[in-house]
């Protein structure tokens, strides 16, 4: 069998800019979804990290959301855009595992992350007398770390295994970044086991998540319901659909990519999930957040307040 892929290789990403209508257009849009994710998540990490008021476990959570989202977009926007102004749609085979890699790990600890993220909010409303026993420091790092850590176990062992077959077929993956099922379509072995894997491993690395979030919501809105308060039930709603907002569009997006048949899927269909998840969801996160936030909006004008040298009344 005669292999043209080597460590030496490269593919073609064909992506969705070369295929659309009006690629100029659509290369504007992505730039400028970019550029928001990139100042929305790196005000909102700022404003966590410098007002210490959101010292607390849920701003640390959302901190971490913001950092993946940053990275996650990152991995993918600026190497499609380069691409497209050069005219260059290379990837070298190293190159190609690592954006694989990367993604994989993202994606996989957003995952995970926004599961740990459903379970502070039903702590926080369903038992707030024990709220800093359950969700103390140790407990959200051990949160935050096994989200990375299971996350990037899995992707390695993933991507180590996708790119162990031999690619002897045109080197073009129509897709907008290297992941694992396009990828296979270039493979000349028999993937068809390994897709099934896929597909299984995708589901079940999905649906506990899932489950932990629809579980933790149901028990907040019962909680919610019978709270005397109407200013308090209307602020633990918007705290929690502002998240559940984010949670249907990530899993809503995963779901179409992972878990969803071949048969139901197609180059177009994938290039737009994709995009979806990787450049359009981190450039909303953030403004999903905090325009509905008002304890982040006020920290960000008493932080901006603070670097630009001006005074702001106590909000």
């Known amino acids: 069998m005669e292999l043209n892929s080597t460590l030496g290789s490269s593919f073609i990403l064909v992506g969705i800019l070369k295929d659309s209508g009006s690629p100029e257009l659509l290369c504007a849009t992505i730039t400028a979804l970019y550029m928001l994710a990139l100042v929305g998540n790196g005000l909102l990490l700022l404003v966590i990290t410098v007002d210490v008021r959101l010292h607390v476990p849920m701003y640390l959570l959302l901190g971490q959301l913001s950092l993946m989202d940053l990275l996650f977009t990152s991995v993918v926007t600026p190497k499609a855009l380069m691409d ?78 996708t790119m162990h077959y031999p690619f002897c077929k045109a080197r073009k993956i129509r897709h907008l970044l290297c992941e694992i099922l396009p990828l296979l379509k270039l493979a000349c072995a028999d993937t068809s086991r390994y897709k099934l894997m896929v597909y299984v491993m995708g589901v079940t690395f999905l649906i506990p998540p899932l489950v932990v979030i ?28 502002s998240h559940l907002t984010v949670v249907g569009m990530f899993y809503g ?45 006020r920290a960000l004008r008493r932080v901006l307040g603070k670097y630009m040298g001006q005074k702001h009344p106590t909000l």
């Open 214 to 241: 629809v579980a933790s919501y149901t028990l907040i809105l019962f909680t919610v319901l019978q709270m005397p308060s109407k200013d308090g039930r209307k602020k633990a709603l918007v705290t929690c659909s």
């Open 84 to 161: 497209f102004l050069h005219r260059e749609n290379s990837i070298s085979f190293g190159g190609c595992a690592l954006q694989m890699f990367l993604a994989l790990t993202l994606g996989g600890a957003e995952d995970l992350l926004l599961a740990f993220m459903a379970y502070d909010r039903y702590v926080a409303i369903c038992h707030p007398l024990n709220y800093m026993i359950f969700m103390r420091p140790r407990v959200c790092w051990f949160m935050v770390a096994s989200s990375w850590i299971l996350a990037s176990l899995s992707a390695l062992g993933y991507t180590v295994y």
């Open 253 to 297: 997006a995963a779901t179409l990519m992972y878990v969803l048949p071949g048969s139901f899927h197609s180059p177009k269909q994938d290039n737009i999930t994709s995009a979806f998840y990787t450049i359009v969801t981190p450039a909303l996160n953030p403004l999903i957040y905090s325009l509905r936030n008002k304890e982040v909006m």
